[in-house]
């Protein structure tokens, strides 16, 4: 038996982690379901580099990677004016993150279209979205690792 009362805040703060474990992981699951078209964009275009059961790993766990890390980093507020400046101040972080996630949502938005509707292959265009997809996964992970190594006070609030 408990010897504490009941307290309903406990329950709400369970829900609430329960909530953000599974956003977690049905971002990572988007990311890895981008990562697979756009493993298999570069696979029909150049088969010779990227038909591997290894790089077609590589681009899912990027993705997994860099949408669970890099879409929600703790301890982000809206800018606002620092009283030393009258403008508010940009968080590099932030802006990396919104930025990587563009590149690679881009990136698997374009693969997706050019399965559906059957598009010819061309390589450099291919290799140009893939491009995309690594430079917006690396961003995403490097700002969501920056964003939760970084002390809580360097935080613009």
């Known amino acids: 038996m408990r010897n504490e009362?009941?307290?309903p805040v406990d329950d709400i703060v369970l829900i609430v982690r329960i909530a953000r474990v599974m956003e977690r992981i049905g971002l990572g699951m988007a990311?890895?379901?981008?990562?697979?078209?756009?493993a298999a964009l570069l696979a029909k275009a150049c088969a010779d580099l990227f038909d591997s059961?290894?790089?077609?790993?590589?681009?899912?766990?990027?993705?997994?990677?860099?949408?669970c890390l890099g879409t929600d980093i703790p301890g982000l507020r809206l800018p606002?004016?620092?009283?030393?400046?009258?403008?508010?101040?940009?968080d590099r972080v932030e802006l990396l993150s919104a930025a990587g996630t563009f590149l690679?949502?881009?990136a698997a938005l374009l693969s997706v279209y050019s399965f559906v509707f059957d598009e010819?292959?061309?390589?450099?265009?291919?290799l140009i979205v893939g491009s995309?997809?690594?430079?917006?996964?690396?961003l995403q992970i490097s700002a969501g690792l920056t964003g939760?190594?970084?002390p809580v006070a360097s935080v613009a609030r």
């Open 5 to 7: 009362k009941f307290r």
């Open 31 to 38: 990311g890895a379901m981008c990562g697979t078209f756009v």
């Open 80 to 90: 606002r004016a620092s009283a030393a400046a009258a403008r508010p101040v940009i």
């Open 120 to 126: 010819v292959a061309q390589r450099d265009w291919d």
């Open 104 to 106: 690679a949502a881009t």
């Open 148 to 150: 939760r190594l970084r």
């Open 53 to 67: 059961t290894s790089f077609v790993a590589m681009m899912v766990l990027a993705g997994v990677f860099g949408f």
């Open 132 to 138: 995309w997809w690594m430079l917006g996964v690396a």
